[in-house]
């Protein structure tokens, strides 16, 4: 049996699509000791491709053309999720910590809000995903912006289970 993720389901904001697939996290279910490089391998092995290694990021943001993963291997963080730059209410604030795992999908507002001097994690990408381009949240969400969501590809694994993970369940097109 693998990892079960804790599901955070988010509507639009009005700065900030979101996305009708939930935010999912993984509880310490990276492999140990934790470190860049196995955390790395762990997330790549399931077809997610490692893009760069970040630490706090404050300012608010979305990614409309990729879903996201972060894999995080080293402190924490308040992270808030679901809002845009402009969005004065909504969302969900989440504390993760060294293990944890969050999908994020194409589309939901994300930020740190507060994170320990070392928090650090990689960013891993679906296999074949374009460079993800981020946007701001200031101008009001059109429907460009919803339609680009939604013709994302789902990815072809889950990056903790692997095949047979419940984002293939969770994440399935309506």
């Known amino acids: 049996m693998g990892f079960e993720p804790e599901t955070y389901y988010l509507g639009p904001n009005k700065h900030c699509p979101n996305n009708d697939m939930p935010v999912l996290i993984y509880r310490d279910c990276l492999p140990l000791p934790l470190s860049e490089a196995k955390t790395t391998e762990f997330l790549e092995s399931h077809a997610w491709e490692k893009k760069g290694t ?60 507060q994170s320990s001097t070392d928090y650090r994690y990689i960013g891993v990408y679906p296999e074949g ?38 984002l293939l369940k969770l994440w399935t097109k309506t």
């Open 129 to 166: 995903a374009p460079k993800w381009r981020s946007e701001l949240g200031k101008n009001e969400v059109g429907d460009a912006y919803r339609h680009e969501i939604q013709s994302v590809a789902l990815p072809v694994q889950d990056p903790v289970n692997g095949s047979e993970g419940p």
């Open 54 to 113: 970040w630490g706090h990021i404050a300012y608010r943001h979305f990614h409309p053309n990729t879903h996201e993963c972060y894999g995080i291997f080293q402190g924490e963080s308040r992270i808030l999720v679901g809002c845009g730059t402009n969005d004065t209410s909504g969302g969900e604030e989440i504390e993760v910590h060294a293990g944890d795992v969050i999908v994020l999908p194409a589309g939901t507002g994300h930020c740190c809000l």
